[in-house]
């Protein structure tokens, strides 16, 4: 059985991923020159497309940041003529102006080729019945996998976000067998199958289950992976970079193919910008090798990774990902140590008692900081006794200690008691410094 959407690009050997790299990030060059903003920039700083001679001279080039893409909001970027450009994808923004990626036609159409492929790297085939739980405004998962769902040519139910009852109806009504949802959602979907007693494992014919767009760790995809009774895949994109479709799990589960035809990788100390050690753990730094619009060259994504040493089982070429550690910003320091919250998560989700949801919460009480861990305990743990729930409470209170190094302050909550967030999960609440 072919496992390939693209055998001769996925399984490409290194030297002509280099090669193929080169001439790419040439046109790159040449095409961003067009732009507003990296044409001033390379002409002060005399770059050009012979500044390249192999792909590790892209250090001769800037870094691009959030900052510099909402600096120049809206058209500063694009390299080509308006009406070129056939859609746009902008991301929240809360504060300041959003980011904007434009798209022309041979993007959108490589996108969805680059979705196609990912999925396919997972089992998904054109006799699959695809549902789509994701929001289909600006944010790219909608979109996003509409098309590349549609490219590989599976029934595409796009579904949009929310309302997780008519969810169970369009999974039992047209026989669903693959999801996209971000993996917080599954939890609560998990809840509405037992509130209307239907067993996902063997009332639907659900078998793969493609999250991502937040971080998780893999003691949570277990949990999913159980619920639903799939294989769940992880998902990794960021919109500046068009959105999913960038690096993808394959049927190996172990770590994501970061597609190298079309991203350059880089992975870097945030503090001295320089390549950490192969296998190291830094900040994903990536250019698009195949984009016209709105081409972008070494743009700081700051979601911490590592690349995964060795070649994978499934012959693709293309290196690997581990599982986000989360986003240089989503990290807190607390009496002097760094956590992040996916560290938080991963002693939790190996509790069998403790529930799905869970919420950090950062406090100053009289000059102290406390790190406060509210966390549903499982359905029917609040009938035990209550040393058997103290006992827990400690238990959780030990591992994260360990964990971390800071004693945390845990508060076994209801099933369902803590608030559900719309679209992405919000895992830290920080209260200090607040009047
Ligand atoms: P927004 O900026 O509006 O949240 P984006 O689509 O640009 O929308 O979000 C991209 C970000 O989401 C990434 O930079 C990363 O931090 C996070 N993300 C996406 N996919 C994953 C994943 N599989 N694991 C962890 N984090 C992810
Ligand atoms: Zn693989």
């Not at 036609?105 to 739980?133: C, E, K």
Request: charged share 25%.
């Amino acid at each position: 059985m072919n496992i390939y959407w693209e055998k001769d690009i996925e399984t490409m050997s290194r030297a002509d991923i280099n090669k193929f790299q080169l001439e790419r990030l040439k046109q790159t060059i040449s095409r961003a020159a067009q732009s507003t903003y990296y044409g001033n920039l390379f002409k002060q700083q005399g770059i050009t497309a012979n500044s390249v001679n192999h792909v590790s001279d892209i250090n001769k080039i800037p870094f691009t940041t959030k900052e510099d893409l909402r600096g120049h909001f809206p058209y500063g970027f694009l390299a080509v003529e308006k009406k070129e450009v056939v859609r746009l994808h902008s991301s929240s923004g809360t504060t300041g102006n959003p980011t904007v990626i434009f798209h022309n036609h041979h993007d959108l159409d490589a996108w969805a080729n680059l979705v196609a492929r990912s999925m396919f790297a997972a089992g998904a085939r054109d006799t699959d019945v695809f549902q789509n739980i994701a929001g289909y405004g600006l944010f790219t998962g909608g979109l996003g996998f509409q098309y590349g769902a549609e490219k590989l040519g599976m029934l595409s139910i796009p579904a949009g976000a929310g309302n997780s009852k008519r969810q169970i109806k369009l999974m039992q009504d047209y026989g669903t067998t693959v999801v996209h949802t971000i993996p917080s959602y599954v939890p609560h979907l998990f809840d509405v199958f037992g509130e209307h007693n239907i067993d996902p494992r063997t009332e639907t014919d659900l078998r793969i289950l493609f999250i991502g767009a937040e971080p998780h760790t893999e003691e949570a995809r277990l949990r999913i992976q159980d619920m639903l009774g799939v294989k769940a895949f992880n998902s990794y994109g960021l919109s500046e970079m068009n959105g999913p479709g960038v690096a993808f799990e394959c049927q190996y589960q172990q770590g994501m193919h970061l597609w190298e035809d079309s991203f350059l990788i880089e992975i870097i100390n945030p503090q001295t910008l320089e390549p950490v050690a192969e296998g190291e753990v830094g900040e994903l730094v990536l250019t698009t090798l195949n984009r016209r619009a709105n081409p972008i060259l070494r743009y700081r994504t700051r979601d911490l990774t590592r690349l995964i040493p060795g070649t994978c089982t499934c012959g693709r070429t293309h290196k690997r990902v581990d599982r986000m550690k989360g986003r240089s910003d989503d990290m807190f320091i607390i009496r002097g140590c760094n956590v992040f919250p996916m560290q938080i998560e991963k002693v939790l989700m190996q509790i069998p008692e403790v529930g799905n949801n869970y919420i950090i919460v950062l406090e100053n009480n009289n000059d102290v900081d406390e790190l406060i861990i509210e966390v549903e305990a499982k359905e029917g743990i609040f009938l035990d006794n209550l040393a058997k729930l103290e006992r827990l409470t400690r238990q959780i209170t030990t591992e994260i200690k360990n964990e971390v190094l800071v004693t945390p302050k845990v508060k076994l909550v209801e099933p369902n008691s803590i608030p559900k967030c719309e679209g992405k999960a919000i895992r830290v609440n920080d209260l200090r410094n607040q009047f």
